[in-house]
């Protein structure tokens, strides 16, 4: 298994992080896991949300200390 790529976007608002997301999504290899950082309210729902829409897998989806944990494999 690959590391797991770390996208920080936090302190950015929507839809910034699901767009950072996408860019280094585009740029992934397929089995590659992102691990999104957002403060961002909508994320925890709007990500996953993506992630279903366009197949991919979604690993974990937790909030700490109000930031949003979202690990994603890129499936294709």
Known sequence: MSDIK????RDTFCPGPLMELITYMKQADVGDVLELLSTDEGSGADVPEWVTKVGHELLSNEQIDGVWHIKIRKTK
């Open 6 to 9: 770390t996208i920080d976007a």
